[in-house]
């Protein structure tokens, strides 16, 4: 406690200029501009950050209850981090307060700064090869598979026929994943499945996402020397299921380049969760994680005429979608140690 707080005269500065800087998902530097006088009686700074709150009117509430951190004062700029547990990807407004000690041994406190909002950053390379190695961990050992798939309604695919030259388009990705994942709203690509059932070695005939599968035999056209292959992400949905996002990125594409530098660059032929091998005729055989879900999205346009759809007998799970689906934060599995 810093005992008796009055407003002080020397130190109002409410206007002056903030700066924040280095953001990452999880931190963030901030400074901002002192009047000199009274400068050497400064001895806490107040900072009351909060995650932007979305009104109507786009006004904040007056910041007038106490502080959420009181810190020493320091040369500025300050290092924030992990007071709040601060998220990426997230949002906050941030003002600055100063105090300092009077000669009667008191403190006077000047007025609140202005308002500033700013955004946190994705995960970076760090984080990410932590979820990574979360994902090694449990990704099982390697079954064969021959084929990628995707399953849709109907009438996406003939929709696709008619107006878009037999091609699938790709799509921005959604918000499905774990918060900080720098693919999530950012990346285009097409979804891709080839998990496959253990005890018949064939995709599963059930699908949450409609009942006509469109298969990609044989999976090197997706798949192949050209091919570079990123770790994405790796998160659950309040269940027992982990899911595992990959990026299939043909070298030197608009997809590679914007993978390249952002996510975890995986061997073609060996790493955890999605393999090649070539054969001594020349033919690659595939192999993909058994204990993990893969979600694999292959960067460029698709000719629909490298598979063919048809109908599967199973049925429609869709509590299975994986559609903007938020990521369970209390997860010891395929959480880690900053923002969900």
Same mark, same amino acid.
């Given at each position: ?15 002056? !200029?903030? =700066?924040?800087?280095?953001? *990452? ?9 002192m009047?000199? =006088?009274?400068?050497? %009686? ?8 909060n ?6 009117d786009?006004?904040f ?11 020493k ?8 981090? +992990?007071?709040? /547990?601060?998220?990426? %990807?997230t ?6 307060? *100063? ?16 308002i ?25 050992r390697?079954?064969p598979?021959?084929?990628?798939? =995707? ?5 996406? /695919?003939?929709?696709? %026929?008619?107006?878009? &030259?037999?091609?699938?388009?790709? #799509?921005?990705?959604?918000?499905? +994943? ?19 059932? /253990?005890?018949t ?7 949450? $996402?409609?009942? $006509? ?29 982990? $899911? #595992?996002? !990959?990026? !299939? ?7 590679? #380049?914007?993978?390249? +530098? ?14 090649? *091998?070539?054969?001594?005729? +020349? ?5 993909h ?13 698709v000719?629909?005429?490298?598979? *063919? ?17 938020k990521?369970?934060?209390? &997860? ?5 140690? #900053?923002? %969900?």
């Amino acid at each position: 406690a810093l005992g008796s707080l009055k407003l002080c005269d020397l130190i109002l500065w409410g206007h002056q !200029l903030i =700066r924040i800087s280095n953001i *990452t998902c999880d931190s963030f530097k901030i400074s901002w501009d002192m009047e000199i =006088r009274g400068r050497e %009686r400064i001895t806490h700074f107040f900072i009351d950050l909060n995650k932007k709150e979305i009104r109507k009117d786009n006004k904040f509430k007056l910041k007038d209850v106490p502080t959420k951190l009181v810190a020493k004062a320091v040369p500025l700029p300050m290092m924030v981090r +992990g007071h709040w /547990f601060l998220s990426p %990807r997230t949002e906050y407004t941030v003002a600055v307060q *100063t105090a300092a000690k009077r000669a009667d041994g008191d403190y006077s406190v000047s007025l609140w700064s202005e308002i500033i909002e700013f955004c946190t950053a994705d995960y970076s390379s760090v984080h990410l090869k932590q979820l990574l190695q979360k994902a090694e961990a449990i990704a099982g050992r390697m079954l064969p598979f021959t084929v990628f798939y =995707r399953n849709q309604q109907r009438e996406f /695919f003939q929709q696709d %026929r008619d107006t878009q &030259c037999q091609q699938m388009l790709p #799509v921005v990705k959604d918000n499905s +994943g774990s918060h900080g994942s720098p693919i999530s709203a950012k990346l285009e690509g097409i979804f891709f499945s080839c998990n496959t059932e /253990f005890n018949t070695g064939q995709p599963p005939q059930d699908s949450p $996402y409609g009942p $006509y599968r469109f298969q990609v035999r044989p999976a090197e056209d997706l798949f192949n020397h050209n091919t570079n292959i990123y770790f994405g992400d790796f998160y659950c949905m309040y269940t027992s299921y982990h $899911y #595992v996002i !990959l990026v !299939l990125a043909p070298a030197g594409s608009k997809g590679d #380049v914007f993978c390249r +530098g952002r996510l975890p660059v995986l061997d073609r032929s060996n790493n955890r969760f999605l393999t090649y *091998t070539e054969e001594e005729e +020349g033919q690659l055989s595939f192999l993909h994680a058994q204990n993990v879900v893969l979600e694999v999205i292959y960067t460029e346009p698709v000719d629909l005429s490298l598979g *063919t759809v048809s109908q599967i007998s199973g049925h429609q799970l869709m509590s299975l979608s994986t559609a903007n689906a938020k990521k369970d934060p209390s &997860c010891k599995i395929c959480n880690i140690s #900053v923002g %969900r």
